[in-house]
């Protein structure tokens, strides 16, 4: 069974940092992806950021690219999502999902059977 936790998330002002975290178990990290998603209420589900378990390799959507990193920490069994220079359009509730295969992109939510019950990011500006 596969388990994802995410935390990290809180309250920032524009311009500051944040970095959620996502602990997960039952998850073969190199056979699979794992992606970081956001949702805003009256907006679909969005991914930002993914990371191939098996080759590290990344990808990133363009409204976060270059302020945000996403990392594995394969000792302990955590992604991780670095958020620099926080924009108030990044204020959403972040999910960390995973699937057991590969994209070439960022893929849409219905394409990753396994998610976190999500961590709130709220930026003001």
């Known amino acids: 069974q596969v388990l994802l936790v995410e935390s990290g998330g809180a309250s920032v002002q524009a311009g500051g940092s944040l970095r959620l975290s996502c602990s997960a178990s039952g998850f073969t990290y190199n056979s699979g992806t794992m992606v970081w998603f956001r949702h805003t209420p009256g907006k679909e589900r969005e991914g930002v950021a993914l990371l191939n378990g098996r080759y590290g390799n990344t990808l990133y959507a363009n409204s976060v690219r270059g302020r945000f990193t996403v990392s594995l920490d394969h000792a302990k069994n955590t992604l991780y999502l670095q958020m620099n220079n926080l924009k108030s359009e990044d204020t959403a509730m972040y999910y960390c999902?995973?699937?057991?295969?590969?994209?070439?992109?960022?893929?849409?939510?219905?394409?990753?059977?396994?998610w976190g019950q999500g961590t709130q990011v709220t930026v003001s500006s």
């Open positions: 999902a995973a699937a057991n295969r590969f994209f070439g992109y960022l893929p849409g939510p219905n394409q990753c059977p396994y």
